[in-house]
């Protein structure tokens, strides 16, 4: 996995650096909306049949020169022979960047025929038993989302009689995990430090939270 955080690193500030393409009055013109209108209007460039529900974390950035929607779901749960998209982040006056996570991660797919992954409870029971066995809680009551978030991602795979999970913990830490679906038991494959990304200045951003 860490060599999908490094690429995560570089594709992000890529990213940021690629879509400086509003002036300050459309970004100004455009906060004016209001968040529930920004997203809306990013819902419409993903092109996809999808809408808020499909996301557990929403969150709409702004800096001088442009503002993007990033459309999250910290924990990620790709069932077997699947591919779907979990995350999107649109930029208002820009691109739209997605990419589907796969298992197998040699199986072939149609782009245009990826949909967005529902969650429903049955999946939320799973990622409970996952968490709950990573963690040695007694139980799991809920999912506390938004500490999965951003560079504290989870991706757990599903795979015939036990669960695959990658973890990153902060922007410089990751490790594997396998979870037998019988025994819940954990079992660490590795816990790795990487090193900091050395890229370009950072474009600052702030929430818009109305």
Same mark, same amino acid.
């Given at each position: 996995?860490?060599?999908?955080?490094?690429?995560?690193?570089?594709?992000?500030?890529?990213?940021?650096?690629?879509?400086?393409?509003?002036? =300050? @009055?459309?970004? $100004?013109?455009?906060?004016?909306?209001?968040?529930?209108? %920004?997203?809306? &209007? /990013?819902? =419409? @460039?993903?092109? $996809?049949?999808?809408?808020?529900?499909?996301?557990?974390? %929403?969150?709409? &950035? /702004?800096?001088?020169?442009?503002?993007?929607?990033?459309?999250?779901?910290?924990?990620?749960?790709?069932?077997?022979?699947?591919?779907?998209?979990?995350?999107?982040?649109v930029f208002i006056n820009g691109q739209t960047y997605m990419q589907p996570h796969k298992n197998p991660e040699h199986?072939?797919?149609?782009?245009?025929?990826?949909?967005?992954?529902?969650?429903?409870e049955a999946v939320l029971n799973q990622i409970k038993f996952v968490i709950k066995a990573i963690s040695k809680q007694d139980k799991v009551e809920s999912i506390d989302w938004k500490y999965y978030q951003d560079s504290n991602g989870m991706v757990i795979y599903d795979r015939g009689d036990h669960y695959h999970i990658d973890v990153a913990y902060g922007n410089y830490s990751e490790g594997a995990y396998t979870v037998n679906k019988i025994t819940g038991v954990a079992t660490e494959e590795y816990i790795a430090s990487l090193e900091p990304y050395p890229g370009a200045d950072e474009v600052k951003y702030v929430e818009i939270k109305e």
């Amino acid at each position: 996995m860490k060599f999908k955080i490094l690429l995560f690193c570089i594709v992000s500030n890529y990213v940021m650096a690629q879509n400086k393409n509003m002036s =300050k @009055k459309e970004v $100004k013109n455009t906060i004016s909306l209001g968040k529930q209108a %920004i997203i809306e &209007m /990013a819902l =419409k @460039k993903i092109d $996809k049949k999808v809408d808020t529900s499909y996301f557990k974390i %929403i969150k709409v &950035m /702004a800096s001088e020169h442009d503002i993007y929607v990033a459309f999250q779901n910290p924990i990620i749960f790709v069932p077997e022979n699947s591919a779907y998209y979990y995350n999107a982040t649109v930029f208002i006056n820009g691109q739209t960047y997605m990419q589907p996570h796969k298992n197998p991660e040699h199986i072939t797919y149609d782009s245009d025929d990826v949909q967005f992954f529902k969650y429903d409870e049955a999946v939320l029971n799973q990622i409970k038993f996952v968490i709950k066995a990573i963690s040695k809680q007694d139980k799991v009551e809920s999912i506390d989302w938004k500490y999965y978030q951003d560079s504290n991602g989870m991706v757990i795979y599903d795979r015939g009689d036990h669960y695959h999970i990658d973890v990153a913990y902060g922007n410089y830490s990751e490790g594997a995990y396998t979870v037998n679906k019988i025994t819940g038991v954990a079992t660490e494959e590795y816990i790795a430090s990487l090193e900091p990304y050395p890229g370009a200045d950072e474009v600052k951003y702030v929430e818009i939270k109305e």
